[in-house]
């Protein structure tokens, strides 16, 4: 029988993922057991306090046991955490080191949502692949510099490290682990039973663009602002540089370090925020919607809106409001 560690870090933490996977893996246990076959993982809950309360003591958590206690695992899944990201790493560098030494006996790392701050501060992200929830991403890449962030990604899988996006887009994940671990039919099984769309790969359509902000070069921070107040008008590269005088391969460089995307990148991604809000809010059509962020051609912007948020302009619109359809 295999071992599954779910853990329960110190300080105020997200309890739904911890009790949600809890309750999957135990129903894909069941379901094997139903099926004459026998349970795949016994699970602990395990934490360095005997018991963690959440919700400034509404709920409490009793781990079954302390980390000390379990020698060797072969699955650790990291709840999420709220909001103090370096007071949680601060406060959990017990758990953090076990989480490292576990990875180096073989053991495969899960983290849900912003436990990916937990996992990078064992180093197991470094130059790796790593999602969180998109709300988080400045402070995270400020805090691991080194980390090949991908908040678009709902699940990322690299060398027995997986990680996800935010909030309950964990359910997801669970269900990629227990098809992983389990089978397909199993993790068909449990995401009818749970209600949680099988497959999906992408938090895009979830995101809220405001652009990296915490990085302190005061002219990309001009530059940002003078892109961010024209989303409606073309502006070139050319135009960025001259305007803030400086030469164009020196901006784009600074520009790119600070935000991680080019100056193109960034408009675009502002013209999609402007037209996503615009879509939510008004019955405007694609094409009006379209001319009003700047586009004229119907293809490019389709292919434009698609890549970033996952879905097409009228997909999206259908998905965030309803009165434009009735």
Known sequence: MKHLTVLVPDGENNLSSIVGTYKIF????????EQGRRELF?????????????????????????ISAIKKTDLVVIPSLNHNYQAAVKGNQLLIDWIGQQYGKGAEIASIC??????AAAGLVEGRACSTHWAVADQFREMFPGV???PDKLITDENGIYTNGGAYSFLNLVIYLVEKYFDRETAIFCSKVFQI????QSQSAFTIFRGQKLHGDELVQKAQAFIESKPGEKISVETLSSKFAIGRRNFDRRFIKATGNTPVEYAQRVKVECAKKTFETTRKTVN?????????DVKAFREMFRKITGLSPLAYREKYNKEALA
């Open 26 to 33: 135990s129903r894909a246990n069941a379901y094997w057991k």
């Open 42 to 66: 016994k699970i602990e809950l395990a934490g360095i306090s005997e018991a963690v309360s959440f919700h400034e003591g509404l709920f409490t958590v009793n781990p079954h046991t302390h």
């Open 114 to 119: 912003t436990g990916a701050f937990l996992l």
């Open 148 to 150: 090949d962030l991908q």
């Open 197 to 200: 769309e099988i497959d999906r």
């Open 288 to 296: 009006e919607v379209m001319y009003g962020v700047g586009y004229s």
